[in-house]
């Protein structure tokens, strides 16, 4: 075995994309964590993914997105382009959510993209309560 990547700073979480043809990955090199994409296995450019900090990179089943953690729980999604070289959108903020603390991923993509599987903290509610009232027209006659 030999070593991917080797610099002065934290790199970590590296996720292979589904053609085997990239790598995406947290490192600290600015000072923060961001997420970066550079070709596997090497050589070539390195593309920032994440502009306000992020962690827990994972790409989609097709490929065609990364899906983050950036500060304050919010998961975000960057549509990519692998052929013929590596294009990057905009991030955007797909949702908020009170999330486990780390270390690790805390979340995952179901294969379609259409769902996600979330690690969330004990105790925390995703939404309000319902009220289910039986009967209300009997009530009503009274």
């Not at 000072?31 to 596997?40: L, M």
């Not at 379609?112 to 903290?121: A, C, P, S």
């Not at 509610?125 to 009967?135: A, E, F, G, K, M």
Request: proline share 11%.
């Amino acid at each position: 075995a030999t070593p991917f990547m080797q610099t002065d700073f934290d790199e970590r979480d590296g996720q292979l994309s589904p053609d085997g043809r990239w790598i995406a990955y947290v490192s600290n090199e600015l000072g923060r964590d961001e997420v970066y994409v550079v070709p596997f296995p090497g050589p070539g450019g390195k593309w920032q993914i994440s502009t306000a900090g992020g962690r827990a990179p994972l790409w989609t089943r097709g490929g065609r997105e990364i899906i983050y953690q950036a500060p304050g729980d919010e998961i975000m999604a960057v549509e990519v382009s692998t052929v013929p070289t590596f294009r990057a959108g905009v991030p955007r903020a797909l949702f908020k959510i009170r999330l486990r603390p780390p270390p690790g991923r805390q979340f995952d993509v179901t294969p379609d993209g259409e769902r996600f599987l979330v690690n969330m903290r004990p105790g925390d509610q995703v939404s309000d309560p319902i009220t289910l009232v039986q009967n209300w027209a009997a009530g009503r006659k009274r």
